[in-house]
């Protein structure tokens, strides 16, 4: 395998894991504002859909093609 594909593969990883970090982020302060008033103490955290953790839970990507094990 070349050198060129090989980083074609890993950018398409990073790319994926960029996409998947943005949705780790807790909601902006200013929507705890607008959502439940000025005077409420909550959590940005509890008012994300989308939560995703590196230890807990894996994103399970793959390189579109593998190289075969058996071929060495």
């Known amino acids: 395998m070349n050198k060129k594909k ?3 593969r890993r950018y ?3 790319v994926k894991l960029s996409r998947a ?3 780790t982020r807790w909601a902006p ?3 705890v504002f607008k959502k439940l008033g000025m005077g409420k103490k909550v ?3 509890a008012l994300t ?3 995703r953790s590196w ?3 894996k994103l399970k ?3 579109r093609r593998q190289a075969k094990k058996h071929l060495g």
């Open 21 to 23: 970090n943005k949705k």
């Open 29 to 31: 302060i200013w929507i």
């Open 6 to 8: 090989k980083n074609a």
């Open 12 to 14: 398409q990883k990073k």
């Open 43 to 45: 959590h940005p955290s």
């Open 49 to 51: 859909t989308s939560r």
């Open 61 to 63: 990507i793959k390189p």
């Open 55 to 57: 230890k807990r839970t």
